[in-house]
Structures are given as C-alpha cells and as structure tokens.
C-alpha cells in the first residue's frame, strides 16, 4: 500500500540554525500538508501546498518557516533559524484533492513524523 | 477560536472491556469530523463521519455524529492489547483545507 515517507525520523540542531525536513508524498496526490506536535499537545496545522504554491497557512507558519516542492516527488519544509520552541514531531501529509471539493472529502494521509530537537 | 476537545483524555481498561471515547467541537462551517488511531507515529484513519445519525463500523470499532449536540462518540468493544494507542478526532471546516485536532485520548489496554 503506497504510504507517505519522511526523512529523517530524528534531528537535533542547534538553536538558530537552519533545517529542512523531507517528505515524499504519495505519488498521485496534488495536496500536501505539513503538521505539528509538540510533546503532550494536540496535533496543529501549519500549511497546505497545492500546485505549486502554498493554499493555506496558519499563524504558526511565520518568516522563519517555507515549504518547497523541489521535483517531482519531494515536498520540504524549512526552518530558517530554529528556536527551541520549534522543536515537536512534525507529520507531512497528503491527499488526492483537496480536503473538501465538489465530489465530497478527501482524507490525508500521514507520515511517521520526524521529531526535531532544538538545543 | 475552533475548538475540538476530546474525553477522556486517558482511559486505562482490561482486555475484553468495551470502550467509548468522545469528542465535541465548536466551530465556524463544520463540514466533516474524523477519527485517527496513532500507535508509534502515524495517525491512520479510521472513520469520516458527516451526516448526524448514520453509525460507521469496521470490526469492533464504530462512530456516529451528532451534529446537533455538536459531539462523535468512538466505540470500541471487545477490546485487545493491540488497540492500544492515542486515538485523535479531528474536524474539517468548510472551505478550509486544514484538518483541527483535539488533544487525544490514550487508551491503554491492559491484559
């Protein structure tokens, strides 16, 4: 069954530098999401990409924060100067369509996560 | 502000045990609510409801939506060990593209 991948399932940086967490999404889906979670907290929306550009953002996903479709199966996301509050799981995931469209719901697809440490 | 709020948020049963888990939301244009099983990392899907009254089964796990109370109920009977994990609703709003979590319950099943 095709899943969603993300790499690396465990970083550690230090406090203001740069990170770029990977994701492939499933190959026929056109939306992809990024989430997070910090430990011991609900599961929250950060940005919906969909051909080419972001659709959908939360206030969570500030300046310090992009995502990028390099090629054709890779989706990223960028931390420009990480804080130590950035650091939580964070779940890349994808759909077919849109979350909701004219045909009805489509439900997205989670990856494994990659837990990011901020020290 | 959205709000999804799940109880309880820890529930600790024997194998054999049935379970209900429930989730209420406060939200602007609610279109659909869904439930997540998530073990080790993952969340994986287990049920979108949108219609109020119309009860969703697979196995030993079922769903419904009350959209007049504005709550879902996830059942779970016969429980096992394996059912075990942090079970998470999570509502959609129409027009929006983003999924609105509550905080979870861990269910632990003990044998």
């Known amino acids: 069954e095709p899943e969603v991948t993300q790499t690396p399932s465990h970083q550690v940086t230090q406090m203001g530098q740069e990170v770029i967490l990977r994701c492939v999404p499933i190959?026929?889906?056109?939306?992809f999401y990024w989430y997070r979670q910090i430990l011991g907290q609900k599961v929250e929306f950060l940005v919906s990409?969909?051909?080419?550009?972001?659709?959908?953002k939360s206030e969570i996903f500030d300046d310090q924060f992009s995502v990028e479709r390099p090629d054709g199966s890779n989706f990223t996301l960028k931390i420009r100067s990480t804080k130590l509050e950035d650091s939580a799981m964070y779940f890349c995931?994808?759909?077919?369509?849109?979350?909701?469209?004219?045909?009805?719901?489509?439900?997205?697809?989670f990856g494994p996560g990659t837990r990011l440490t901020v020290t | 502000e959205d709000k999804v709020v799940q109880s309880p948020l820890s529930l600790v049963v024997h194998e054999g045990d049935t379970v209900t888990l429930n989730c209420s939301y406060e939200?602007?244009?609610?279109?659909?609510l869904l439930w997540y099983k998530q073990e080790k990392k993952a969340p994986t899907f287990l049920f979108m409801l949108?219609?109020?009254?119309i009860e969703k089964k697979s196995g030993r796990l079922s769903s419904i939506l009350d959209k007049k109370e504005l709550f879902s109920i996830l059942n779970i009977t016969a429980t096992q060990t394996g059912d075990s994990a942090i079970y998470l609703c999570?509502?959609?709003?129409?027009?929006?593209?983003?999924?609105?979590f509550g905080q979870g319950t861990r269910l632990t099943i003990n044998p």
């Open positions: 190959s026929n889906h056109l939306y």
């Open positions: 995931a994808s759909s077919v369509r849109g979350q909701v469209w004219a045909g009805g719901i489509n439900e997205q697809y």
């Open positions: 939200v602007t244009n609610f279109r659909s």
């Open positions: 999570a509502v959609i709003i129409q027009g929006a593209q983003k999924l609105v």
């Open positions: 990409f969909y051909n080419n550009e972001i659709s959908e």
């Open positions: 949108t219609s109020s009254g």
